[in-house]
């Protein structure tokens, strides 16, 4: 079946650095997608990996290993903004994406 | 990019009565979704909305609860009939360009009282 996995919900301290993992089981693989979700708000996008390795954005950073099914979001110098929901999602066909429970990140001062 | 604008933002309806959810994108997408999402739980899909076509349900969601139309492609509306307080979540229209990100609209959150 189609399965994706990423922990509840972290904790972690401003300024400091925080990985979000994620493993996917899935039929299909046609890319790997980060969203960030503020309470309240709808998804805004982040990431998009399709090939293995590292792709970097700023703070932010994402790894994959698709012989593993393995993905992460790197966050560097955290910031209290980025108190949020942080949800995985894998594109197994052409367009549709699966979803991941999402991951609550809290950002203590 | 692009832009959805999607409304109402939020509404508060009683049983029995069916609200229709619009979402325009401000340029021409592939694709369309609707989805639900209940408060601190991930995306649910109701359906994938098809341009001149019946939509195409997810298993658990039925044309007659959820109808869907999308006659052009940049507008799609979801209608939620004959509600109960079982609907009450958050609605969200998402977009794909290609085979580029997905795109969502700002939400619709609903009551059912």
């Known amino acids: 079946g189609q399965n994706i996995d990423q922990p509840t919900e972290m904790t972690a301290t401003e300024g400091a650095i925080v990985q979000i993992n994620c493993t996917y089981q899935t039929s299909g693989f046609n890319g790997l997608f980060w969203y960030q979700q503020h309470a309240g708000e709808a998804p805004t996008f982040l990431s998009y990996?399709?090939l293995d390795g590292l792709e970097e954005k700023g703070r932010f950073s994402s790894f994959l290993s698709r012989s593993k099914g393995y993905s992460y979001l790197l966050l560097k110098e955290l910031q209290m903004k980025d108190s949020a929901s942080y949800l995985c999602?894998?594109?197994?066909?052409?367009?549709?994406?699966?979803w991941g429970a999402g991951t609550k990140l809290i950002i203590k001062p | 990019s692009a832009v959805i604008s999607q409304k109402p933002s939020r509404d508060i309806c009683q049983r029995g009565t069916s609200l229709t959810i619009q979402c325009q994108v401000d340029s021409q997408v592939t694709m369309m979704f609707w989805y639900r999402q209940q408060p601190g739980q991930s995306l649910t899909l109701i359906a994938t909305?098809?341009?001149?076509?019946?939509?195409?349900?997810e298993s658990g969601f039925v044309i007659d609860k959820f109808p869907i139309s999308r006659p052009n492609l940049t507008f799609s509306t979801l209608t939620v009939s004959n509600m109960s307080p079982e609907d009450s979540s958050i609605y969200l229209c998402s977009a794909i360009k290609g085979d580029t990100e997905a795109f969502f609209g700002q939400g619709t959150r609903l009551t059912v009282v």
């Open positions: 990996n399709v």
């Open positions: 999602a894998v594109r197994d066909g052409d367009y549709q994406l699966i």
């Open positions: 909305a098809n341009q001149g076509s019946e939509a195409t349900y």
